[in-house]
């Protein structure tokens, strides 16, 4: 079952879609950088939503700024992660939900570990898929990422760049040829540039699942998921799939719903 609606909050509005029925206990999914929540649905050949809701759960994706119905102020660093936050915390308001699961994945950890920090009542369990760490990026990751998202290269093009950021050898980069928001994506980047990473880094003290890609180009795990580990110990939870890249859940979706699961079932 799925039920949509429009949540306006001053200027801005969320287009919300939540997934399943019933009183199920609530997760909501933090979409990558520049892109929307259709990657966890069939849609974009995941099958991370559906895996979540046969487990009983309600899934509450909430579109970013700029894609679909969902508007608001992109405009490259007057948005900051905070005001993304609140977004967030004012559509829950909205739809009647007080607390819940927050799973982020890429820049969607960031943006779910700034809510959890900001809003630490509101969250039961916290997940990170595919965390970037913090580190400077080399000049092929940094070009990669700019042909993936450049929709004025050719499609042949940006697909190598696509493959090489995001997907694992021999898995299929073109489910994310498509989908890519670049004034999202400028936004949410200057966003992260304007926060101290130390505010959001411990996720206000919340322990959490981290879901490492073994193959992450763009975060691999010796400078993402196990540095993470090893700098903040029994908080995180850290588990590697291989095979997989940043783009993990377009990859491997119903084995990080497996992971997601026991987790929460703990």
């Known amino acids: 079952m799925l039920h949509e609606q429009i949540v306006r909050h001053g200027e801005v509005a969320s287009h919300v879609r939540i997934h399943g029925q019933g009183e199920g206990d609530v997760i909501t999914i933090l979409p990558s950088l520049g892109r929307g929540v259709e990657d966890y649905t069939g849609e974009y050949r995941c099958t991370l939503t559906e895996r979540l809701v046969e487990a009983g759960y309600r899934v509450?994706?909430?579109?970013?700024?700029?894609?679909?119905?969902?508007e608001g102020d992109l405009t490259p660093g007057s948005v900051s992660m905070q005001a993304l936050a609140g977004d967030i915390a004012v559509v829950l308001d909205a739809v009647d939900i007080d607390r819940l699961t927050v799973i982020g994945h890429a820049f969607g950890n960031r943006l779910a570990r700034t809510f959890a920090t900001l809003y630490p009542r509101r969250v039961d369990h916290l997940v990170l898929l595919?965390?970037?760490?913090?580190?400077?990026?080399?000049?092929?990751?940094?070009?990669?990422?700019?042909?993936s998202v450049d929709l004025s290269l050719p499609d042949e093009q940006r697909l190598r760049a696509i493959e090489r950021a995001f997907f694992a050898a021999g898995n299929d980069p073109s489910v994310w040829l498509h989908g890519w928001y670049p004034q999202l994506m400028r936004a949410q980047s200057r966003a992260v540039a304007g926060i101290d990473g130390e505010f959001f880094k411990r996720a206000g003290g919340k322990p959490f699942l981290l879901v490492q890609p073994a193959e992450d180009f763009i975060a691999p795990p010796d400078k993402a998921g196990k540095a993470l580990r090893a700098e903040l110990g029994e908080q995180v939870t850290y588990v590697e799939i291989a095979g997989t890249g940043h783009a993990l859940t377009s990859e491997r979706p119903d084995q990080v719903a497996r992971h997601v699961l026991a987790y929460l079932r703990r």
């Open 130 to 147: 595919a965390a970037g760490g913090n580190f400077p990026m080399s000049d092929e990751q940094k070009q990669v990422l700019r042909d």
């Open 60 to 70: 509450v994706l909430i579109q970013p700024r700029g894609i679909g119905a969902s």
